[in-house]
């Protein structure tokens, strides 16, 4: 069964330091999402995106944050100058898209464990 | 603003009760999710539902879309049942707003 892929599964980096999340989505789908956790807390929606642009964005999506899909099948999340508060799990997901019943089921990696120290 | 509350936050069953967990939100949406997320912290989508009743295997899951109300039922738990389900709705710009999680521990 097809499934979306992160690399890597851990990464740890020095506060101020650029680092890049990469997602492989399932290969026919067209819409792309990045979720954060904090430990102990809720996941949360970073932000979206079809058609080689950001669809939505939350207010945690900052200047610091980008997104890019730069071969037609990896989808990064980069994060410029990481801060202590940046460590969570990271989680890549996707969906094909829009169904004749509206939204369809989204699919998630396994999740990049970020810890800035 | 969408909040999603789940209830209980805990809950701790021996093996082969009925286990409920119940999720609302405050708003309309497009869709709601019921996910489980185990303790190595991989999440899987179990059931995408906008209407009536989904069932697989031993989990039903209900909505209510005038209550704003879901449920997920698990028949004969069992110990491999153990995890986090996390309730999430899919707003009107069909991003997910998540729940925070109901600790589902089931002893042998």
Known sequence: ?117 | KNEVEQSPQNLTAQEGEFITINCSYSVGISALHWLQQHPGGGIVSLFMLSSGKKKHGRLIATINIQEKHSSLHITASHPRDSAVYICAVMDSNYQLIWGAGTKLIIKP
């Open chain 1, 1 to 117: 069964e097809p499934e979306v892929t992160q690399t890597p599964s851990h990464q740890v980096t020095q506060m101020g330091q650029e680092v890049i999340l990469r997602c492989v989505p399932i290969s026919n789908h067209l819409y792309f999402y990045w979720y954060r956790q904090i430990l102990g807390q809720k996941v949360e929606f970073l932000v979206s995106f079809y058609n080689n642009e950001i669809s939505e964005k939350s207010e945690i999506f900052d200047d610091q944050f980008s997104v890019e899909r730069p071969d037609g099948s990896n989808f990064t999340l980069k994060i410029r100058s990481t801060k202590l508060e940046d460590s969570a799990m990271y989680f890549c997901a996707s969906t094909m898209g829009l169904g004749l019943a509206g939204a369809l089921e989204q699919y998630f990696g396994p999740g990049t464990r970020l810890t800035v120290t």
